[in-house]
């Protein structure tokens, strides 16, 4: 679907490309993760919650997943897994940090693929309906 911000694509393609990304005993699972977390959430606070800011930012996530009838495994994941994940890679060298694993990164570009793909369900179903012959 074509995506007039150009923010969501940038963050989405970066994840990919930092997700396949080795350098040495260096990996990008970390920043594969968090592009996938900024695209998600500019995607849910634009197109899904139609707003420029989150207040309240889990709790606006529950609620565009919510609107959008996204299974509870997915919004549970998302909330108790990705969402402490996310909180805990914080940009701050006080405390250790948990090694992302990539199982993790895939969980959060599953979860972004999900929400974008929710979406656009009734866009993509027009793309692809036939005319009907009127006989």
């Known amino acids: 679907m074509e995506e007039p911000e150009v923010e969501v694509q940038r963050e989405y393609l970066k994840g990919i490309y930092h997700l396949g990304l080795k350098f040495y005993d260096l990996n990008f699972r970390k920043e594969a993760f968090f592009n996938f977390y900024r695209s998600l959430e500019f995607f849910v606070t634009r197109r899904v919650l139609k707003t420029k800011t989150l207040n309240n930012e889990l709790k606006c996530f529950k609620k565009a997943f919510a609107d959008l009838a996204m299974p509870a495994a997915i919004i549970d994941m998302f909330a108790e897994e990705l ?28 979860v972004t693929d999900a929400v974008m793909r929710k979406h656009y369900d009734s866009a993509i179903a027009k793309m692809f309906q036939q005319p009907t012959d009127a006989a």
């Open 83 to 110: 969402y402490l994940l996310r909180g805990n890679q914080v940009a701050h060298a006080q405390k250790q940090q948990a090694d992302l694993q990539q199982e993790d990164v895939v969980k959060m570009k599953m």
